[in-house]
Each structure stands twice: as structure tokens, then as C-alpha cells.
């Protein structure tokens, strides 16, 4: 997957490509939140995007309750069109999604390339629909090494309530799934707004709890139209903060309880949470009241979050999408995993993601962090294969799940670069990201951080020697 843009936020121009791990660096106000906060977006709300065109399809499930789509001819030959219709839908809602002033994003272009193998093909896929009372809704089957896909609904006059007009959303987005499971991941991102999100959680909770009961109320004493459904969903529908936000702030309001099944992802690789509890430095819980506690590690006292650290409180959306939520092959998208963390754990942090890479969780961050990069460079060094490196590794306590290989990590970088411009003669210097691909002996070379290190110890010996 590739997003390509021009004229988002301070970036002129450029394009980012995913790899199994991604990382943008760069400095303040250059950029990277846009384009982080840009792709989330647009892989969190491609599905719901689309429009298939299925108005005949639908017509004939709706009249005979039984439907045949060649989703090759319908879909796969018709992607290019598709896709630029969905990314002049979501340009329209981009700012509300950043909750941004519309003329900010005027001169934005963007292009989004997804690449659709045909794996999608080979495998049996089928998917159905049932009702709060467990009555059938519609089936969607397609049979191995196929391309028809077979979609059956009852009749009204077999006793389906719902019109076919209210599954048709369900219907698309199952084709899309069936289409892109190979190619587009379920996204998770955790932004650097988390330790409010967790700190407020029940103050956020309450406030809903007090609007909910006084509309009710209103509802009861003769409100006429004015519904609680209505006036909570006016209420909410104004976007004061942008989407990943908005997304961990209602995550963190539903936090799984103890007694929640495990994720599929913990459930293969469960020695995971133990490496992430090393960070964090105890377990979190939540009780079926929706309270969650922090116990230290060998502690017997239970914490409210209020009292934990701001650590503790960072880490936790993260210690809940892995332990409840994670899947092989979902995208983690962490803004500034470094934050609130000491340089220790920062090391300890850049180990446990490039375990979640090599358990087949694609990661994408976003760092300021030297400590995490030094790590990483590290880590992609350990994975050569030379006689006195094993010792190395046992006497300093890596794991192999703790080996990145170089081709399996892209680093993009904000900085400047001359690009040929439409109706200018000469190259244009402009603001863009610049990829850096790791070498195998020596890691990844991020040139801001070295400036930065170096200008410091200058300014040190000049202090210490400077006089003699």
C-alpha cells in the first residue's frame, strides 16, 4: 500500500509506502502528524467508502432472494474507478476526520495504490448476517478457486422485517473484506493524546451518563421530537478532536473486562504480554463495573489510574489491543512510543514492536526518540548471522523473536528535495518525506538525531576544555 499526496500540512509533496515496519522521523511542525493521522483515516474509513454499484444486484436479490456476482468482472476490473471515487469522498470528509477548517485541505491531492492479488480467488469465503433473535439475514458464500460470489436473502414474504436497502452496506463492505483480506490490514493506532483519553476515561463516561438521563427525562415529560437518539447524536457528531483521538477516547471508555477472551494474536504468541509487562512494570484489570485498577509488579495494592503513573497510563491502550484485540496481519500505528517512558524502557519498547513484527503484526510509528532508533539499529545488527553475535545476544538478553531483518524496516524522514514542477523550468526545493532504507551492518542513519547528539558533546568539551 502506497499513499501519495501533495499539499498536506507543511509537506509539499511525497508519498509513503507501508512495509512490515514503518517509522517517520523528523522534526516539530514538519509534518508527520498529518500524514500519520491522513493514512489511519483512510485505511480506517476505505471500506465504508465505497460504492460498488450494485443497485441490480440488489433489485434481483430484492425480487427472486437470491443473487450471482462475478466480483473479478464487478469489482477487481472496475478497482481504478472505485478507488478514485472513495478518495474524492474521503478528501470531502478529511477535515471533519482532523477536525480541521475545510480550506486547509483545498490544494490537497492524494492517491492511494493498492495492490490486489488474486489470493482472494483460491480461498472458500462465506459470511452471514442474523438478527438480535438469531434469524438469518443474508448469506454471502463463494466457493474455492471462484470468482462468483453468491449472496441470499429471505423475502419479505418469508418473513424478513428488514428491506434489502438496510443490509446493502453490510453486503459491500463483505465483498471488499473477501477482496482485500490480503491486502488491506484492520488498523489500531494509538495516539499521543492516550494518557488524557485514559486519565478521563470516567469523568468522559459520567458526562455521557448525565446527558443520556437528562434527555430520557426530557423524552419522558413531553418532549415531542426532541429523542435522546437525536440530540446525543447531534451532540457528538461535532468533531472537536480528530479521528484517532476520537477512537481511543471511545476505546478507552470500553475497556474488556478480566473475563474477556484473549486475542487470537496472544493466544499463538502469549509470551508477548509478558515482554510487554516488563515495560509496563505490572497488569492492568478491569472489573464488569468498568473500573480498571493498575497492580505493580510483586505489589499486593490495586491503583486506580488516577494514581498510576503517567507511564502506566500511556501504556494502557496498548496492553488492551494486544491482550483482547490483536490479530497477525491488523496494522499498530503508535504516535511517539517513547512518550513518558524512561530511555530503559524506551529500548525495552523498540524490542517488544519488533517482536509484534515478527509475530506478523505490522507496525507503524512515529518517533522522536534517539534511544528507540540506537535500539532498533541494534536489533536489525543482531540479525546477521556471524559466529560471535550468539554470545552477544545471550549475554545482553535479546531473544531471537527480537531480530529485525534491514528489509523488513523503512524509515521516512522530513526534509527537503528538488522536484520537476508542471510549467516551471527549473527544479523546485520542497518540503516532503525521504525514505531511508536501513543497511545490514549498520542500522539505520537518521542525520537529525546524529546533528543533535553532536552539537551537544561539542558544546560539552567546549565547556570542559574550552579554557585550557
Given amino acids: 500500500m502506497k499513499l501519495s499526496f501533495e ?9 509513503i509506502e507501508l512495509a512490515d515496519f514503518t517509522i517517520v522521523c523528523g522534526e516539530n511542525n514538519t509534518g508527520k502528524t498529518y500524514v500519520t493521522y491522513a493514512l489511519y483515516c483512510l485505511l480506517k474509513t476505505w471500506k ?50 482532523l477536525a480541521s477548517k475545510s480550506d486547509l485541505f483545498k490544494s490537497t491531492k492524494l492517491d492511494f495504490l493498492i495492490k490486489i492479488d488474486d489470493r482472494w480467488k483460491k480461498d472458500k469465503y462465506s459470511r452471514e448476517l442474523r438478527s438480535g433473535k438469531d434469524r438469518l439475514l443474508v448469506t454471502i458464500l463463494k466457493q474455492e478457486n471462484s470468482s462468483i460470489v453468491e449472496i441470499a436473502a429471505p423475502k419479505p414474504n418469508e418473513g424478513m422485517n428488514s428491506p434489502i436497502s438496510s443490509l446493502e452496506e453490510f453486503i459491500e463492505e463483505a465483498l471488499v473484506d473477501m477482496i482485500l483480506s490480503g491486502s488491506m490490514p484492520n488498523v ?20 455521557k451518563n448525565r446527558i443520556i438521563d437528562l434527555l ?25 478532536y480528530a479521528m484517532p483521538v476520537d477512537d481511543n477516547v471511545r476505546f478507552t471508555n470500553a475497556l474488556p473486562s478480566a473475563e474477556s477472551e484473549l486475542s487470537p494474536l496472544l493466544k499463538e ?20 463495573d468498568g473500573v480498571t485498577y493498575f497492580q505493580p509488579k510483586g505489589a499486593k495494592v490495586k491503583l486506580g489510574l488516577g494514581e498510576a503513573s503517567s507511564a502506566v497510563r500511556s501504556l494502557l491502550i496498548v496492553w488492551y489491543w494486544l491482550k483482547y484485540q490483536a490479530i497477525k496481519g491488523d496494522l499498530l500505528m503508535v504516535d511517539e512510543p517513547e512518550l513518558n517512558l524512561h530511555p530503559e524502557n524506551q529500548r525495552k519498547m523498540a524490542r517488544f514492536i519488533a517482536a509484534l513484527v515478527n509475530a506478523g503484526v505490522k507496525v507503524f510509528i512515529t518517533t522522536h526518540s534517539d534511544t528507540i532508533i540506537r535500539e532498533i539499529n541494534t ?11 550468539e554470545k552477544i545476544r545471550i549475554e545482553h538478553g535479546y531473544g531471537k523473536n527480537e531480530q529485525l531483518t534491514h528489509d523488513k524496516v523503512v524509515l521516512y524522514v522530513t526534509g527537503e528535495a528538488k522536484f520537476a514542477v508542471e510549467g516551471v523550468k527549473n527544479k523546485r526545493t520542497l518540503k516532503t518525506l525521504l ?34
Avoid at 224 to 237: N, Q, S
Fill in 216 to 240: 430520557t427525562q426530557t423524552h419522558k415529560d413531553g418532549g415531542g421530537d426532541l429523542t435522546p437518539g437525536m440530540v446525543f447524536e447531534t451532540i457528538y457528531r461535532r468533531k472537536d
Fill in 269 to 288: 504468541e502469549p509470551s508477548l504480554l509478558d515482554q510487554f509487562t516488563q515495560i509496563v512494570g505490572g497488569h492492568y484489570s478491569t472489573n464488569k
Fill in 435 to 468: 525514505k531511508v532504507t536501513p543497511d545490514e551492518k549498520l542500522g539505520i542513519d537518521v542525520k537529525s538525531f546524529d546533528k543533535t547528539i553532536f552539537d551537544m558533546g561539542r558544546m560539552q568539551d567546549d565547556l570542559r576544555y574550552g579554557g585550557e
Fill in 188 to 207: 489500531f493506532m494509538v495516539s499521543t493524546e492516550r494518557t488524557g483519553a485514559t486519565t478521563f476515561r470516567n469523568e468522559l463516561n459520567l458526562a
Fill in 379 to 389: 536489533l536489525i545488527m543482531l540479525s546477521r548471522n556471524l559466529p560471535h553475535f
Fill in 7 to 15: 499539499n498536506l500540512g507543511a509537506l509539499d509533496k511525497g508519498e
Fill in 48 to 97: 465504508r467508502l465505497i460504492n460498488l454499484h450494485l443497485s441490480k444486484e440488489f433489485e434481483e436479490l430484492r425480487r427472486s432472494g437470491v443473487v450471482r456476482i462475478d466480483a473479478q468482472e464487478k469489482i477487481v476490473n472496475e478497482w481504478s474507478v472505485i478507488s478514485q471515487s472513495v478518495l474524492e469522498r474521503f478528501h470531502n470528509a478529511l477535515p471533519e476526520m
